[in-house]
Each structure stands twice: as C-alpha cells, then as structure tokens.
C-alpha cells in the first residue's frame, strides 16, 4: 500500500469521540447522528421506538441514547459504562465514533476510547456548566495526543438558548484548560435531543455564525504529529515452523521496511539485513505502518518477543528508567516503591514507580506534590524497569510510548501511561564487581546465608522469637544480625511514617539492606509486621531462589490484641493511631510460607526451635 493511499484514506476517514460528564448528552448525540445520516434500518427503528417506551427518558419521544447503549445495565440505569463504537457516513465523509462513559469510575474506559481518536467533541450540559469530570476528560484527551476538540454545548433548548450562558461556558471551559493548547478548537451551541445544530442549523440560535457539528466533522482534518516516521515493529512471535525457517513476526507500527534494508534489535544493538517479508497473501518487496509481517533476517542473532526492530541508522531508546503520565486506574492506590508489571509494546518487565513528580490537579491543571495516586488521578512519574526497554515519547510513536500497568498478583489493569522522556542515568550506573565473592564471604562462616522473615501482627510475638533464634544461632557459631521494625525506624527509617506508601517504602529500604547481609555470608533475621503480600513478594524477588524463608508467625487477632504489650491496639481502636493492621489496615497473611508458626498454641523458645529445626541444614557447611 502506498504512503499516497494512505494519507488519502486517512483524509476521508475521521475518528472522534464524545465525551464529558455523566448525563451530558453523549449517547444521545452519537444516536442523533446516526438518525440523521439515514442509517437505522425501519426494523431497528421500529425497535428503538419500542425501547424508548419501556427504557427511554424522553416521554412520548425517541430516545436516541438507546441506539448506543447497548448492555441492558446501561438501559436500566440511562448510562454509558463501556465504550460503545459506531460507524456513519455522510456523502463527504466516513466516521468512527467512540461514545464513551461519563462517570468518573469508568475513566479509564474513556482513555481507552479516545487513544485511537483524531478528535474529541467535549459535551456540556448547558445547566451544569463545566464540571470535574468535563476537565478530567479534556486533560487526558490532551495527554493522548489530541489536538482537536469541540465543545459541544448541550441542552441548550433547556436555557431557552440564552447566548450569555453560551459564552459563560466557553470562556470557562478555555480559561481552564489553557493549559492544554488545543491547535483546534470550535464551540457549538446545540440540543441533541431535538437535532439543533447537530446536523441543521437552529432557529432557536441566530446569533450563532459557525459551522452545524456534522459540517465542522466533515471538513476537519486534525493536525498531523511530529512523529516519528522511522521503522518500527515490536516482535510479537518468533514464527519457526520448522528446522530451515526462522522468521519474526509482528505488526509495524510505524515507517515502512524493504527486503534488503539493514536493521537492528535496540535491545542488545546487533545488526542484520533483511532477506524477506511475508504478508497475509504472501512475499513482499516492501511492508509499512499497519502491516502485520513475518520477517527474515541474514544472520543468526538473539531476537525475543519484546524485542523490536528499527533501522540500524535511526534506532529508538533504550534504558531502564522514564518519565510518564500515569492514569490510575484501580480501586488501591499507587504505591511508590511497590514493584508491578508493566506492558510497552509487545515487552512485559516487572517495574517500579520510583517517585511521583506531582500530581495533576483536575479541577486547575495545577502541580500538587503527593506520595501516591488515587483511583482516577493522574500524575507524572518516574519508572524503573527491571532491565533496559525500547520506548519512545509518546509524542513521537504512540505504540512504542504507550503502556499499562499490571497487578502481579491479581493481573487486573491498574494504571495507563505515556512516556515523556527517558531518563539516562541507569545506564551510567554499573555494578562494581568484587575481588572478594559472596560465596568466599559465607565459606569463611562455614555456613549458607539467608533471610528469615517473620511477619506477623503487632503483638504476635515475632521479635521475642528473632532474639530467642539469635541466641540459639550464636550458641551454635553461626553468623546472624536481627533487622527490627522498630529499630530500624529509629534510625534508617526514621523519615517514614507509618502511611501505606511509606509502609512500602519501609519495606523496600529493609529488603535492600537485608540483601546486602546476605552478601556479605549472614543470616539475617527479620521481624516486622509487612502486612501486604506484594512488598514480601518484592523482597523475595531480590534473593537468589531459597535464601528467603518466609515465617508467618501466626497468631489471632484476638490473641495478638489481649496481649498489647504497648498498648497499641487501645490506642488504634480509640482512634489515636491511624492505619494500624489488623484495625483500620488489612493484614495480608502469606499463601505458601515456608514455615508457620503458631503463637496461641507454642511457646516463643518452642516457635524458634521449630524455625531453627528448619533451617538448620544451612549451619556447619558451607554454601
């Protein structure tokens, strides 16, 4: 296919979306449309007329929301909750509308929606004016790249089309989304309801002079991206279906490639020429943006699905650390240092947000600092990847900037981001290796080092059992050091609080330290509450496989609260100590411990005899 066609397709072709906050009129909008481009076929009106009576809210009236809303929640409730696409065409043009959902808990299905959109008709409900979640929506359609907006003032039947509210409006909405400089901008006074201005021009609006929405949708052509135009497929498969054929398969997300074309793979820069490309109907001389390919190369080189190929004059970054807008999506907050998946490309890593810049303020566009994002925020961050990814700006390439955050344990979408900029300094620092290794460090001792994690809740009686193991370990010429919650927050620790994200962040220091002890031949023995799965998880993951014995010391909240020895949970249950586990903070007991030990019904000297009994194949030899 030629560039030509292409841009010529693109040209005829214009993806839109609506969206704003609840009840603005989206559905309604997007059915007018429909209705006025002769596009519902006589049964499916005859059933719209039939649904507008049982779900409708218009009275005798068809209701135009139904012919988009289309799961029976959305009926029942007179909302949108998934995106919902439809196809129209009108003599001049062909569109593709994404109708997406204006409550604020289904945000992150309008970022879905708008990330393939050319432009974004902003509704407001003319009674309301401009709300929150009308901002929330400019400012992440601002973030994906949109530069197109029209401000689809809506219900204007309802303020008897009074041209001093129109203005109100616009000016409103402008002066709070400066920021954002929208290249094209058009205001529209209009009723959905009744067709005002939508596809014909108003009575009920003389004072308006601009264009009807469908003559604005028909001559628009958004403005084109400075993005990047270079070669670029992310490998999704690689495709051997036999002993003599290896080729990599993926779709081109940008630029175009040629048999005999010098490529490279970012990752580990090699280099090699391409001797083949195989498309649907099969070889080609040549395959650009949109293509799905298996390609062959001249030479045998290391190429994995995540890698993606470039020119091997106009390579794309590489680095293990970024900057990005985050949208978060889920119901628990980000959590700083808490390590996640992340999926760029056809690349899944395991990924830690390091630090937030700020958070965006929806409501001004100010920058407010904060230590995690709520459901619905968004904020600029800083990301760590596990090791260096291909990415380019968001500005640039849209498939290679874009990317989701993933639960680990769940594998629910939490978070959608775009990558800024990258940021350089991982790959300015090395490892300096050692003349002296950690296996001579734990020979010496005669043992093999380890970190026994006791978690537990306050009160179970994790540090008594720590001391008590301690002792049993030097009586027995091990090598040991204790890591306590407490006496780790009086020094190390001492600028965290005790809030979920600092929690974490706890954690994540103590689980850093502990891997040093470890390297240097210790046993290290750690006592803290860590009540959730993913920070023990995350220290785990930092050890060589089996040097992490994790010990739930468990014990009943009951049992832990009638103890009290500080009286803590006095003070958590009146209220005087926020985010207390087991109070108003969950404790996350551990799935697959490799010891559990029961408080209630063994002594602490009968709990480290068990935990030593374990582990004592590490003592008197080497590892």
Not at 557 to 583: H, M, P, Q, S
Request: proline share 4%; aromatic share 6%.
């Amino acid at each position: 296919m030629s560039s030509a066609v292409t841009t010529m397709e693109r040209a005829s072709q214009l993806r839109f979306l609506t969206c704003g906050s609840v009840d603005d009129g989206k559905s309604t909008l997007i059915g007018r449309l429909l209705y006025d481009s002769k596009l519902i076929m006589d049964d499916h009106l005859y059933a719209l007329e039939s649904d507008s009576r049982k779900h409708g809210t218009t009275g005798e009236d068809i209701d135009f929301a139904l012919l988009v809303d289309g799961l029976e929640a959305e009926r029942e409730q007179g909302i949108t909750i998934d995106v919902a696409y439809r196809f129209f065409t009108t003599p001049r043009r062909s569109f593709i509308v994404a109708d997406t959902p204006g409550h604020e808990q289904y945000s992150r299905n309008m970022a879905t929606g708008a990330s393939n959109c050319d432009l974004a008709i902003i509704l407001i409900d003319a009674r309301k004016g401009v709300l929150t979640q009308t901002l929330r929506h400019s400012l992440i359609a601002h973030l994906l790249g949109i530069k197109s907006v029209v401000l689809a003032v809506n219900k204007m039947d309802l303020v008897d089309f009074d041209r001093t509210r129109f203005d109100e409006i616009v000016a409103d909405y402008r002066a709070k989304t400066a920021r954002h400089a929208f290249e094209q901008f058009v205001a529209i006074p209009m009723s959905a309801r009744f067709g005002d201005n939508v596809t014909t021009r108003s009575e009920r609006s003389a004072w308006y002079e601009g264009p009807t929405l469908i003559d604005h949708l028909e001559v628009v052509q958004p403005p084109a991206g400075g993005g990047s135009q270079a070669f670029r497929m992310p490998v999704q498969w690689i495709n051997r279906p036999n002993l003599d054929f290896r080729g990599y398969s993926g779709t081109i997300v940008s630029g175009s490639v040629a048999v005999g074309d010098l490529i490279a793979v970012p990752r580990s820069g090699l280099t090699s020429r391409v001797t083949g490309l195989i498309g649907p109907t099969g070889p080609l001389d040549r395959a650009s943006a949109g293509d799905a390919i298996t390609l062959t190369i001249s030479d045998e080189i290391d190429i994995s699905r995540g890698d993606v190929l470039a020119p091997a004059n106009d390579r794309p970054e590489v680095s293990n650390q970024f900057a990005a807008h985050l949208f978060w999506m889920a119901k628990d907050a980000l959590m700083v240092g808490r390590p996640y998946l992340i999926k760029l490309g056809t690349a899944t890593e395991l990924a830690t947000i390091t630090g937030i810049g700020h958070r965006v303020d929806v409501n001004t566009g100010e920058h407010a600092q904060a230590k995690n994002l709520q459901m619905n925020e968004i904020g600029f961050c800083n990301i760590h990847l596990a090791r260096p990814t291909v990415f380019e700006p968001y500005a640039d390439n849209q498939a290679l900037g874009s990317f989701i955050i993933i639960d680990r344990f769940s594998n629910q979408t939490v978070g959608a981001g775009m990558v800024e900029y990258g940021l350089r300094r991982g790959t300015n620092i090395h490892a300096q290796p050692a003349d002296v290794t950690r296996q001579q460090l734990a020979a010496i001792k005669g043992q093999e080092p380890c970190v026994i994690w006791l978690t537990g809740l306050s009160g179970s009686g994790k540090s008594t059992i720590a001391n008590i193991l301690q002792r049993k370990l030097t009586m027995l010429g091990a090598h040991s050091f204790i890591l306590d919650g407490d006496n780790v927050r009086m020094g190390l620790n001492k600028d965290l609080s005790f809030s979920e994200a600092d929690r974490v962040e706890n954690i994540r220091r103590v689980g850093e330290v502990a891997k040093l002890m470890v390297d240097a031949g210790l046993i290290v023995i750690c006592s803290f509450i860590s009540p959730f799965r993913a920070d023990r998880a995350m220290v785990r993951e930092l050890l060589p496989d089996g040097e992490f014995v994790e010990v739930h010391v468990d014990t009943p909240l009951d049992v832990a609260e009638a103890r009290d020895v500080k009286g803590l949970y006095a003070k958590a249950r009146a209220g005087k100590i926020k985010n207390f586990t087991g109070i108003d903070s969950p404790y996350e007991a551990p799935d697959a411990a490799e010891i559990v030990v029961d408080t209630a019904a063994l002594s602490a000297e009968e709990a480290a005899d068990a935990i030593l009994a374990r582990i004592s194949p590490r003592l008197g030899r080497t590892a």
